[in-house]
């Protein structure tokens, strides 16, 4: 993927979206709406493994993307393939209804499950760049809590020291 790769990000072929994601994404078809997305999501957030292997969590990072963006708040690398499917499941509004909230809950809940204890997050932290996937899944966290209403910290979400 031309343009992703070198960046860590979530979206970087060095980062989590491997060619696997990258082509689920491909895959995903805007008239089943967000019913892969949850699926993916469900995956790892409901496993009863939490150590799930790469590809799985990889996937699970995708979606949680599709929903920030869904809800106004994609990131920076977010490939056009996420952005037509984000405008044609109709996506870029506040959440209003409790599904909506329960779909940000489940990317959150993913999430944390890819970061805390899946094998990619084990492989991420022995690799050079852990400390930029790190920032990058923690700025999808902070993303998909700003999509819930939550405003987002003004120093980036960073640890205030007891100094400062």
Do not use: F, K
């Not at 078809?29 to 699926?39: L, N």
């Not at 994609?74 to 209003?96: D, F, K």
């Amino acid at each position: 993927m031309p343009g992703y790769v070198g960046v860590m990000t979530t979206w970087s072929t060095d980062g989590a979206a491997s060619g696997d994601a990258l082509l689920w994404l491909a895959d995903l078809d805007p008239t089943q709406g967000v019913h892969p997305v949850r699926r993916a999501l469900r995956s790892v957030a409901d496993a009863a493994d939490p150590h799930v292997e790469p590809t799985r969590a990889q996937i699970a990072l995708v979606a949680a993307e599709l929903v920030a963006a869904l809800h106004g708040q994609p990131g920076s690398a977010l490939p056009p393939s996420g952005h037509a499917w984000v405008a044609a499941v109709g996506g870029v509004e506040p959440p209003r209804r409790d599904a909506d909230m329960d779909l940000l809950v489940l990317a959150t809940r993913a999430l944390d499950m890819v970061v805390t204890s899946s094998q990619l997050a084990d492989e991420r932290s022995l690799q050079p760049g852990a400390d930029s996937w790190r920032r990058s899944t923690d700025d999808l966290r902070m993303r998909l809590a700003a999509a819930g209403g939550m405003e987002r910290p003004r120093d980036g979400g960073r640890q205030r020291t007891t100094s400062e």
